[in-house]
């Protein structure tokens, strides 16, 4: 179908500003396959039906919006993760690979040599002529376009500039970090990483700072039979910047598969997560934590589909917002026909923090298996006056009291975690940003 | 210790006063029980002194060792040496019992420029303290009040009260919904705290408390105001005639 003319012009301004990485070899044929989508579906309008409560005008727009970097003058110094506060997951010991503005830094990353994992960079093994991420680029992200199309993901896997092919053959060693830095108010960041883990296989993906003015990037995680996939990531604190991320994951039998996402702060944000439990007894639990002061947009787009019997998931997102944040959730459990004993669960929940902020969900149930079971909840609401008092009659002062109540409000995503270190970096991380945004008051 | 000056108090909301002019002073060391029908303003005065919001005080005051009560926030009245047991304690999920417990001991104490108690301290004397209230350590690590029984609810009321040491201290119908044994539990929670520097306010519907909690003073309020103090004696009036007789006397 062709498309409007407006779109039209949109899309090839957005196109026109990105070349793509590979000219020859396997990835320019997949690359080429994504722009083939992406210009069947183009690119998205307020009008589109997942987009009607996120405008997705700025990352249309042919050039990234300038975003001011979080702390400029640290930057040289730089730790990880720069303008933090310490650097996220710095206690970890973990595999560091470091992009900047979108482009894999090889200087500040660790050696990509890990026991049980074989890494690649996109940008160098894309021009040969074979490879075993050739027949996974793009496929999830191909699949995962019905039956809502999410043409971000294809323009990452049309354009990706970088990325990584992550292979894991076994228990790897360590954690795979991914730092994500901004040198510049500017850059535009396009990336797509394959992730294969083969059957048994286990792996923790890390993933933190703000990337770039505007990220576009996609994710594509095939978990094999048995194997275990755990990912954390941490979201930038940089106001202005803007991303529209993709997960797409398949599960084998008995494969598990863990993200959670700490969000704070951004101008804009659209997580999406496309996963389907494609063997029995699968396990998917996906969890967000978001919290944003003022001029912020967090826009969680989850689904989950039960392809195959006996399969568990959960999606547990909650929301803390103040002085006009918006908060956003789409999440959706489609089971087919013949999974039965699904056990599917959805909450999303918002805290708001004054009447100026607001949240709009959209929870979805589709089931065409007759014995499952399935529950999913919205829920907005203010700090429990009550259970304020009732801590500042204890001494609590006020600021303090009130991030009590905030983090107790969050500490069913972070049990999602299952890694008790990396849950504690996410909960000091949450409770310095509370410390920084305690202003605001609950009433 | 406690001074509170024809305090009158209305809903911040609503027209509709409650308080009309509360006189009472508490001395060092003493006990005060407040009696009085449902609705008279009792469970209007402890949240007041607590600082609770939704109220207005049109006149009067209110003092804690020459303080003003009135002018402090919360958890200032709490670090000055207040403390209220809650009628209906609060249940807060997600946040632990211990972890409660100890921000707030923690905060009182920075708050006094006092050094923080250290982990390992803090368990030390909330576990002896726990002990004499039979808390077992799953109802410390349980959310704050979560799927705690009543019994156990008014219990873990008293375990703040003594982890915060507070030198004034109003019990909010702390016997509510208990059973004999657990009020005997509570009251002698309550006994143990007793000293010269330490006095008591304790609101309650019924006598029975009373044979427990011995008061010096006993005050029955009704319709906002205090009509009548006395010795112990008054309570067992009450016990015996209901307060009609009592408030009949006074109009």
């Given at each position: 179908m062709a498309l409007a003319r407006p779109k039209e012009d949109a899309l090839a301004a957005r196109l026109g500003r990105l070349a793509p990485q590979a000219t020859t070899g396997w990835l320019a044929g997949a690359q080429r396959a994504a722009e083939a989508r992406l210009l069947a579906m183009g690119l998205p309008t307020r009008r589109d039906e997942y987009w009607r409560y996120t405008d997705p005008a700025s990352l249309v727009a042919p050039d990234a919006p300038a975003a001011a970097l979080l702390d400029a003058a640290s930057l040289d110094s730089a730790?990880?993760?720069?303008?933090?506060?310490?650097?996220?997951?710095?206690a970890i010991e973990r595999l560091r690979i470091v992009f900047v503005d979108g482009v894999f830094d090889a200087a500040a990353s660790d050696d990509l040599t890990l026991s049980g994992v074989e890494i690649d960079r996109l940008a160098e093994v894309g021009g040969r002529t074979a490879h075993w991420a050739a027949e996974s680029y793009g496929r999830l992200e191909a699949q995962g376009q019905?039956?809502?199309?999410?043409p971000f993901a294809a323009l990452a896997s049309a354009r990706a500039g970088d990325g990584l092919l992550i292979r894991v053959t076994g228990q790897a060693a360590r954690p795979v970090a991914l730092h994500y830095l901004r040198r510049s108010e500017t850059a535009e960041a396009t990336l797509h990483h394959c992730i294969r883990l083969e059957p048994g296989a286990r792996l923790t993906l890390l993933e933190s700072g703000p990337a770039a003015a505007r990220l576009t990037q996609a994710m594509e995680v095939e978990v094999g039979p048995g194997a275990a996939f755990h990912h954390v990531r941490v979201q930038g604190r940089d106001h202005a910047r803007r991303a529209a991320t993709h997960i797409f994951a398949t599960l084998g039998a008995g494969a598990i598969f863990k993200s959670f996402t700490l969000t704070a702060n951004g101008r804009l944000t659209r997580n999406e997560a496309v996963v389907t439990l494609a063997g029995p007894g699968a396990s998917a639990h996906l969890a967000g934590a978001a919290v944003g002061d003022g001029d912020f947009h967090h826009d969680d787009t989850v689904f989950v589909t039960h392809?195959?019997?006996?399969c568990e998931s959960r999606q547990v997102y909650k929301k803390v917002l103040m002085n006009g944040a918006t908060g956003v959730f789409q999440g959706k459990i489609l089971v087919r026909p013949g999974a039965q004993k699904t056990d599917g669960y959805q909450i999303s929940q918002s805290l708001l923090l004054d009447e100026a902020s607001q949240f709009l969900a959209k929870p979805e149930l589709e089931i065409y298996a007759d014995d499952v079971k399935c529950s999913h909840g919205s829920t907005s609401g203010a700090i429990d006056a009550t259970a304020l008092f009732y801590l500042q009659s204890r001494g609590v002062p006020r600021a303090a009291a009130q991030a009590l109540l905030v983090l107790a409000f969050l500490a069913e995503t972070i049990e999602e975690i299952s890694d008790a270190a990396l849950a504690e970096d996410i909960r000091s991380r949450l409770e310095g940003w509370l410390s920084r945004h305690a202003a605001a008051g609950a009433a | 210790m406690l001074e509170i000056e024809n305090l009158h108090v209305k809903l911040e909301d609503e027209d509709k006063v409650i308080l009309h002019g509360v006189d009472l002073a508490v001395g060092a060391g003493e006990v005060h029980a407040i009696m009085g029908p449902n609705g008279s303003g009792k469970s209007t005065l402890g949240y007041v002194l607590a600082g609770?919001?939704?109220?207005?005080?049109?006149a009067g005051s209110a003092r804690l060792d020459g303080a003003d009560?009135?002018?402090?926030?919360p958890e200032m009245r709490a670090t000055a040496g207040l403390f209220l047991a809650f009628q209906y304690p609060v249940e807060i999920p997600g946040v632990g019992n211990m972890t409660f417990l100890r921000t707030a001991v923690n905060a009182q104490r920075k708050a006094r420029g006092e050094a923080e108690l250290s982990a390992a301290e803090f368990l030390k004397a909330v576990r002896e303290k726990a002990k004499a209230l039979k808390i077992d350590a799953e109802m410390l690590k349980r959310p704050v009040n979560v799927g705690f029984s009543g019994g156990e609810k008014k219990r873990n009321e008293i375990l703040q009260m003594a982890m915060l040491e507070p030198r004034m201290c109003i019990l909010d119908e702390?016997?509510?919904?208990?059973?004999v044994d657990a009020m005997k539990l509570v009251a002698e929670g309550v006994n143990a705290l007793r000293d010269a520097g330490r006095s008591f306010l304790v609101i309650t519907h019924y006598q029975r408390l009373l044979d427990h909690i011995r008061p010096d003073v006993v005050h029955i309020m009704a319709a906002g105001q205090i009509v009548r103090s006395g010795g112990p004696e008054l309570a067992l009036e009450v016990e015996a005639n209901g307060y009609a007789g009592i408030l009949a006397e006074v109009r």
């Open positions: 730790p990880l993760d720069s303008g933090d506060e310490a650097p996220v997951f710095g019905l039956p809502v199309a999410r392809a195959a019997p006996g | 609770r919001e939704g109220y207005a005080v049109t009560l009135l002018a402090m926030a702390t016997d509510s919904g208990l059973d």
